[in-house]
């Protein structure tokens, strides 16, 4: 039992974070806090994250010697330091962010710090982890499935010739229409007035130039590809047929589709959904709203850069956000 205020974890065969909400449905019990915990996706690396974990945390150390081991190469040691290029490597930096997220949940439930929770989100990768955290599968099983994701959406990059750019300050149906004029896929819904739009690199450039002539905010992203668009549907497929042969559990927290931004509790449709989002849109900020509109009082970031907080500042700003990246932020 942690400190006054803090619930244990329930036990479970099936359970390794122990963190369990009470719901009636899509509802939660009660008036107290309901916590919402956000994990970070690909871009959000840093190289360092995670070492003051590693070196201060028992519990977080012991998944980064469970990643070694499950990998087969030494993930602590490339986030840790780098080089920053093979951190930045799709097949690298994907299960990155999925241990270093979890490993953030570790050393809050080791210090007792971590209150009940009932729902977790993620963008992107993030909805793994989420994933992971809600025990629809265990840590290893996880690490293998987002292994395995990385590893398909870098060959899908590899083999196109894929771009992707941000639209500042502009209503979803203004980047539908650039997005249809120029044959390229909105591809990030993150927040109010930021969306990114992904495909292939002369369309995206057409789009950007056209955008930038008619007063638009837009910039070109450094990234290796066009995610979340129809270049990937080769990862998709691929991906598809891999999480086949891998079992599903209900969540026991909350959880939130990135394809169709609301809540999903059946193990089936969970395993769907994480492959349709390889190629579909992320609302990011769909998300986000299903998780208030269900009772969220408080998100906490578990990931590097703040970014999920900043989104969630843009999209409404009487939200309650923390950010949590390292070891000193745990008691900040």
């Known amino acids: 039992m942690g400190p006054p205020g803090l619930l244990a974890a329930r036990a479970s065969p099936r359970s390794q974070f122990g963190l369990d909400s ?34 201060s945390s028992g519990a977080a150390r012991a998944l980064y010697g469970e990643a ?19 951190l930045t490597e799709t097949r690298v930096c994907q299960p990155a962010l999925f241990v270093h997220g979890l490993a953030l949940v570790a050393a809050l439930k080791e210090r007792g710090l971590l209150p009940r929770v009932d729902m977790a989100l993620g963008l992107s990768l993030g909805e793994v982890t989420a994933c992971a955290a809600a025990d629809v599968f265990d840590f290893q ?21 894929g771009a992707m750019a941000a639209v500042i300050g502009k209503p979803r149906d203004a980047v539908s229409s ?21 495909g292939e690199k002369p369309k995206i450039a057409a789009a950007v130039a056209a955008a930038k002539d008619r007063g638009m ?66 609302l990011w900020e769909d998300c986000m709203r299903s998780a208030a509109a269900a009772g969220a009082s408080e ?25 949590m990246a390292e070891y000193a932020d745990l008691a900040a």
């Open 22 to 55: 009470r719901r009636s449905g899509d509802c939660l019990v009660g008036s107290r806090m309901a916590l919402a915990l956000l994990f970070a996706g690909q871009g959000a690396q840093r190289l360092g994250m995670g070492k003051s974990l590693h070196d």
């Open 68 to 86: 070694r081991e499950v990998l087969g190469w030494d993930l602590a040691k490339v986030s840790f330091e780098g080089p920053e290029s093979e």
């Open 141 to 161: 099983t996880g690490l293998r499935i987002v292994a395995e994701r990385g590893r398909l959406m870098q060959g899908a990059c590899e083999r196109s010739t």
């Open 178 to 198: 650039l997005c249809l004029e120029f044959d390229v896929e909105a591809a990030n819904f993150n927040a109010p007035g930021q969306i990114i739009i992904s």
């Open 217 to 282: 905010r837009v910039m070109e992203l450094n990234v290796a590809g066009a995610y979340h668009s129809r270049l990937m549907e080769p990862a998709r497929a691929a991906f598809e047929a891999f999480l086949r042969g891998i079992p599903f559990a209900a969540p026991r927290l909350q959880v939130f589709s990135n394809a169709t931004g609301r809540a999903v509790s059946d193990p089936a449709e969970i395993k769907a959904a994480l492959a349709r989002q390889v190629v579909s849109p992320v």
């Open 299 to 323: 998100f906490w970031e578990l990931g590097p850069g703040g970014v999920l907080a900043g989104l969630a500042r843009r999209t409404e700003r009487s939200w309650v956000v923390r950010s």
